[in-house]
């Protein structure tokens, strides 16, 4: 059941994030048809992809999956844009997935990569990774909105977006590589960077700290979640990952 699950769970990753510009977002929170189409057709062949059933009749769970999804993106439309709308709307996504995977335990044993008992382990890190990174991203930016607006912000476009996925990706690594001390070294280098920069400007100095401690929270918990899943498939074969 937990390699149909991880499978789902990165289909779902990249279905909702690298592969979901900005403005395919902008277009389905209108709630444009052809943009929920679009949207509809990613999950699809993303969770096709990551089963790669050998039946056609594992096709109708991935086809109920992706109706699910849409639905629920749907429902997502009539809320407002906040952390709480899209944490529960992750939440419902992952439930689906989970009961895709209760009811239908061994659609990925039965797929083409049943002989392949590493792919759900790599599977897991990589969705971790994209959850970790991407994901993050989109919550701690919603978080911070609000206290963005007390201040004009300055640097370089988009530079606080690429510091954020940088240090979320090396929290993530680092825990996965059984080194989570590294991270007090990021935390250090950051204060040093990019505080003492800020600490004239009152709320340029809080809103950093807010965002960071956000992103850095983000980043550890899907690391240790991704290692608990981990803990239940078999193992990459990096000494350090179990060290």
Known sequence: MIDTFVALLLAHALADFPLQSDALAQAKQDR???????????????????I?????????PLAVLTLAHILIDIAKTYA??????FLVDQAAHIGTLVAIA??????????????????PSIMTAIAGLIIATQAGGYAVGLLVRPFGRAFRAEGLPRGGVMIGLLERGLIFLFV???QPSAVGFLIAAKSVLRFDASKRKQKA??????????????????????LALLDHLPPLG??????
């Open 205 to 226: 100095a809080e809103y950093v700290i807010i965002g960071t401690l956000a992103s850095f929270g983000w980043a550890l918990i899907c690391a240790y979640a991704t």
């Open 32 to 50: 444009s048809p052809r943009a929920l189409a679009l949207h509809a057709l990613i999950v699809m062949a993303t969770a096709t992809l990551a």
């Open 52 to 60: 790669a059933p050998t039946r056609a009749e594992a096709l109708i």
């Open 80 to 85: 407002p844009n906040t952390l709480a709308s």
């Open 102 to 119: 209760v009811l239908h335990p061994t659609l990925f044993g039965q797929g083409l990569y049943a002989d392949t008992p590493l792919l």
């Open 238 to 243: 990096i000494k350090a990952l179990k060290d």
């Open 176 to 178: 996965l590589a059984g």
